[in-house]
């Protein structure tokens, strides 16, 4: 429930820009602040993740292939994300100006083509269906409603929207959204990834021998 909230209250202050005929420092601000907030819990909560580690491989080395897993999967879907992150930055004078991404254009070329997703848009999708997958065959033995909370998160199934239309999963979180926009959302996936690993973990050391 929190990640829909989140992803309405993204697209509702991307409505705002969008609409202004001039550009609104203040809506850009938000979202540089929703993005710079964000990554600061993601880091906070990596910080957790190596005394975790520990104690599964003294208490638990029964999960340890698991765990490691767990680990690889989705350190490779946040640097997968970050890579993204990175490109659609790559031609401003400076990275970090959030004033600077007003626009949808460099994400909308990357994602999308005239009548359909772009190559790049598909793997996109792809990685995200795969990492889900992947952690639910590996913990549906052990957590078997694990699928549910994932797909709370990655569900990339068409979505209705707000008229009641289904729309494809990809177009309507990111097409023709300001780019500040569009990297808050990628941040937000990144901590989403990160929190259902430390949650993954948390679950594991509490296990009783």
């Known amino acids: ?14 409505t705002q820009l969008v609409c202004c005929q001039e550009k609104s420092k203040g809506v850009l601000d938000a979202f540089n602040t929703l993005n710079t907030r964000l990554e600061d ?21 029964e999960y340890l292939q698991k765990t490691k897993i767990l680990v ?3 350190d490779s879907l946040i640097g997968y994300i970050e890579d993204i992150k990175l490109w659609i930055v790559k031609d401003l004078k400076d ?17 999308f083509e005239e009548n359909d997703i772009s190559p790049k848009g598909k793997e996109f999708v792809n990685i995200l269906n795969h990492y889900t997958e992947n952690l639910t065959t590996t ?5 078997p409603h694990f699928r549910q909370e994932l797909v709370k998160n990655f569900d990339t199934t068409p979505v209705l929207d707000r008229h009641g239309v289904e729309r494809d999963w990809l177009r309507y979180h990111f097409e023709g959204f300001p780019l500040i926009a569009s ?5 937000h996936f990144q901590h989403e990834i990160e929190m259902i690993k430390l949650k993954l973990l948390e679950r594991i050391v509490s296990l009783k021998n």
């Open 183 to 187: 990297k808050v959302k990628l941040t």
């Open 1 to 14: 429930m929190k990640n829909l909230v989140f992803l309405f209250l993204v697209a509702s202050i991307s």
């Open 139 to 143: 913990f549906s033995s052990t957590y």
């Open 72 to 74: 690889s999967v989705s």
């Open 41 to 61: 819990v993601t880091a906070k909560t990596k910080a957790n993740e190596d005394s975790l580690l520990y104690l599964i491989h003294k208490q638990h080395p």
């Open 95 to 111: 990275p970090d100006d959030f004033s600077a991404m007003d626009e949808s254009v460099v994400l909308d070329q990357l994602f």
